[in-house]
């Protein structure tokens, strides 16, 4: 029986649509969230804590070590470098490339703020550049560096130094550069 008034059409579409209401179950969601979600949240902020925490301490370095002990880079300039110093991050294992020559300052084409003098002649220069120790105390000097290669565009060799050993001070340098 199809209703034939408008006001009947729309009582009959009212009540057809109460009635399949009635049949489908309600969902009713929260808005807040969920102890899972929380979890997670807290994980991710944590992980980002200790992470910044051991990367500023991976920055700091700058200690050196000695026969006498442990001293600052500021300790070491006021009372001056010996043979055998090691200056920078201490754990051997977390620089795998190195090189050794005499310190020079001055880089290439902007490229690194001093380089290494080594056998061979200009070709063999190692460009470096360093945020974790001052290359300028070990100017002159034949060292050893560790660090970590990087992407040059005129530098044959661009190292990030992270550990400088002292070898001999007060170098000759292996050859005369122009």
């Known amino acids: ?3 034939n008034s408008p006001n009947q059409q729309i009582e009959f579409k009212a009540k057809k649509l109460l009635h399949s209401l009635d049949e489908k ?3 009713i969601r929260s808005s807040s969230p969920s102890g899972k979600t929380v979890l997670i949240i807290v994980l991710l902020i944590l992980a980002g804590v200790v992470s910044g925490y051991g990367i500023a301490k991976f920055r700091r370095g700058g200690n050196i070590i000695s026969g006498q002990g442990l001293k600052s880079t ?5 009372s001056g470098i010996k043979v055998g110093d090691i200056v920078g991050v201490q754990d051997e294992s977390t620089f795998k490339d190195s090189a050794e020559g005499v310190l020079t300052e001055g880089g290439v084409s ?3 703020s001093h380089h290494l003098l080594r056998e061979g002649g200009p070709s063999q220069n ?4 360093s945020s974790i120790v001052d290359l300028n105390l070990f100017t002159g000097h034949k060292i050893k560096v560790f660090g970590e290669t ?3 565009q005129k530098a044959g060799w661009l190292m990030d130094v992270g550990r400088v050993k002292v070898l001999e001070l007060n170098s000759a340098p ?3 550069e122009e």
Not at 74 to 78: C, F, I
Not at 126 to 129: A, F, K, N, R, S
């Open 150 to 152: 990087f992407a040059a």
């Open 110 to 112: 902007g490229e690194g």
């Open 25 to 27: 179950p309600v969902e």
């Open 74 to 78: 500021q300790e070491a300039a006021q």
């Open 174 to 176: 292996p050859f005369e």
């Open 126 to 129: 190692v460009y470096l550049t």
């Open 1 to 3: 029986m199809e209703p």
